[in-house]
């Protein structure tokens, strides 16, 4: 706090009265930061209002530092876990093989007293609380159960409790997914107006490295939650952007050279940071489902282009063209990460097309809506090629039940061509 600051100090003399009298009166305007435990700390600290007073003095002295984020300590990661071995010990009691039923009992009182620290780890979580005390309920059915010799009713209730585990696992996802694209959304959005408000000179170099500290604070507390209550991913993906975020901060342009030069090279910075920000959103999600909200969202935008080159608005259409443009980063960038990830032909030769299409709008100075109908049509067979891929699934055994698994296998290997596949059974 500011007070704490002060009498760490040494008594000013006589002659320092009225220095120390001006420092009090510019550390007043700044109490809140302290008072909320400074922007380093939360990315809370911030006044209200647009007019703000100088930003904390003492900034240069602090270090963005991210939270401990151990994964065995990340919730999702314990419950897909608890769900694995919850499985495991399903197959065990219909299996009938491994140990008597009380050992199996054992097992599954072992495994009610792992999904209890995860219950109090979402607590404030009312839906997953409630769904994982039904899941609790039915481990302690299933255990009473093979205690009385009892493991085809065992069995079941084991099964209704790995899907339940199942169930709060796949939500904490989706919702962890959820909030990091807006958060990710948001620092994009964020360093766009930096960017404006740099060139329009509405703030300086100094201000837009304080901008980007609140940031890396911001995204570093993001990161923390999500990996005390989302998943493990999510948490370093925001930790990492935080940790570049910061880095641009903390150094920033030499402090010798001109207001001019400084802003021109913080321009270049706040570029890489944005695509830093669109890899990480890239990154989020897979490749298809990415890859069709951004094709999606382009469609729109084309369509609109061509509205209002109809009916002119300015305004509009200088919006619909920036976001136009973070759609096609967006692109460029999911295009790189599939070529990292598939060696499928069809995708691969659709992806080459897409570049292709990408290197030529790019050239287009002044882009007609209707020059990007081939590189809408390009990144459309470029997510069928996707969907096709992703289509074919390889079975493993333990996903079939077992009384089972022997016609299954006999209609693949039909379904294959074999000639040496066994003959159905009449």
């Known amino acids: 706090m500011a007070a704490t600051v002060l009498n760490a100090e040494e008594p000013a003399t006589q002659s320092q009265q009225k220095a120390v009298s001006h420092l009090v009166q510019a550390l007043k305007s700044i109490r809140l930061l302290f008072t909320d435990g400074g922007a380093g700390s939360s990315?809370?600290?911030?006044?209200?209002?647009?007019?703000?007073?100088?930003?904390?003095?003492?900034?240069?002295?602090?270090?963005?530092?991210?939270?401990?984020?151990?994964p065995q300590e990340n919730v999702h990661n314990q419950l897909s876990e608890l769900t694995k071995e919850q499985k495991n010990l399903n197959s065990e009691i219909r299996k009938n093989s491994e140990g008597t039923s009380e050992n199996l009992a054992k097992k599954q009182d072992a495994l009610r007293e792992k999904l209890d620290a995860v219950r109090k780890k979402l607590s404030r979580n009312e839906a997953a609380s409630e769904k994982l005390a039904n899941g609790d309920e039915k481990m302690k059915d299933a255990s009473e159960y093979l205690k009385a010799e009892k493991r085809l009713p065992a069995s079941v209730k084991g099964e209704q409790a790995a899907a339940d585990l199942e169930q709060v696992r796949k939500k904490l996802e989706k919702d962890s997914n959820?909030?990091?694209?807006?958060?990710?959304?948001?620092?994009?959005?964020?360093?766009?107006?930096?960017?404006?408000?740099?060139?329009?000179?509405?703030?300086?170099?100094?201000?837009?490295?304080?901008a980007l500290a609140d940031m890396a604070s911001d995204l570093g507390g993001e990161a923390?939650?999500?990996?005390?209550?989302?998943?493990?991913?999510?948490?370093?993906?925001?930790?990492?952007?935080?940790?570049r975020i910061s880095e641009a901060a903390e150094s920033g342009p030499d402090s010798k050279l001109p207001e001019e030069k400084k802003k021109e090279e913080l321009l270049q910075t706040l570029g890489t940071l944005k695509k830093v920000v669109t890899a990480a959103k890239s990154g989020q999600q897979d490749a298809v489902s990415f890859l069709n909200s951004t094709l999606a969202r382009m469609n729109e935008n084309a369509a609109h282009l061509k509205y209002l080159k109809k009916h002119p608005d300015p305004v509009a259409e200088q919006e619909v063209r920036k976001e136009t443009e973070d759609l096609l980063e967006d692109l460029a960038s999911?295009?790189?990460?599939?070529?990292?990830?598939?060696?499928?032909?069809?995708?691969?030769?659709?992806?080459?097309?897409?570049?292709?299409?990408?290197?030529?709008?790019?050239?287009?100075?002044?882009?007609?809506p209707g020059k990007m109908e081939p590189l809408l049509d390009s990144a459309g067979k470029l997510l069928l090629?996707?969907?096709?891929?992703?289509?074919?699934?390889?079975?493993?055994?333990?996903?079939?039940?077992?009384?089972?698994?022997?016609?299954?296998?006999?209609?693949?290997e039909r379904l294959s061509g074999r000639k040496n596949a066994p003959e159905e059974k009449q």
Not at 43 to 70: A, I, W
Not at 395 to 408: H, L
């Open 334 to 368: 999911i295009t790189g990460r599939i070529a990292e990830e598939s060696a499928d032909w069809n995708v691969s030769k659709a992806r080459e097309e897409v570049e292709r299409e990408l290197a030529r709008y790019g050239k287009t100075v002044s882009p007609d």
């Open 385 to 412: 090629a996707l969907k096709r891929e992703v289509r074919i699934h390889v079975f493993e055994a333990e996903e079939v039940p077992e009384k089972y698994r022997r016609d299954a296998a006999s209609y693949f």
């Open 224 to 243: 923390g939650s999500q990996h005390k209550s989302g998943t493990q991913g999510n948490a370093e993906r925001l930790g990492k952007v935080g940790e």
């Open 178 to 210: 959820q909030k990091t694209a807006k958060k990710l959304e948001e620092t994009g959005k964020k360093l766009d107006q930096l960017s404006e408000e740099l060139k329009s000179k509405k703030k300086n170099s100094k201000q837009t490295l304080d």
């Open 43 to 70: 990315g809370k600290g911030k006044q209200s209002g647009e007019n703000k007073p100088d930003r904390n003095p003492f900034r240069n002295k602090e270090k963005f530092k991210l939270p401990e984020m151990p």
